[in-house]
């Protein structure tokens, strides 16, 4: 009986121990993850950007005219596409073609911004 005290107090020190040990692992983790510090979205897309005009390479200035104006006629279509969907007042929005009109404006503007840099 005394034997089976002794095995249970054993048994029992070893699963607070584990426990222990799993509690301070998982502390240390979330410590390491508090001091990240958070990145800024601006900072980041501006060395996005920055990489991408590094690695463009050099194209003739008709070519990137040509492009422009397609940018900019395509924006204006979509611009026109976004206000006729909003406005309709007999129908639901259309959220799918909201969203992919404005990810396309994303990265036309994004193209705009740098070819005209």
């Known amino acids: ?3 089976d005290l002794t095995s249970f107090a054993a048994k029992a020190l070893l699963l607070f121990a584990i426990a222990a040990a799993f509690v301070c692992a998982g502390a240390g983790s979330l ?3 508090k001091a990240a510090p958070p990145q800024d979205l601006t ?8 990489l991408e005009r590094a690695t463009t390479r050099k194209r003739e200035p008709k070519e990137i005219l040509a492009e422009v104006n397609e940018d900019l006629s395509r924006l204006k279509a ?3 596409d976004i206000n006729a969907n909003t406005t309709a007042t007999d129908q639901q929005l259309n959220y799918k073609s909201i969203v992919e009109n404005v990810t396309e ?13």
């Open 31 to 33: 410590r390491a993850q």
């Open 78 to 80: 979509l611009n026109d």
């Open 105 to 117: 404006i994303k990265k036309r503007s994004t193209r705009l911004s740098i070819d005209l840099a």
């Open 43 to 50: 900072l980041r897309e501006h060395q996005m950007s920055e």
């Open 1 to 3: 009986m005394k034997q």
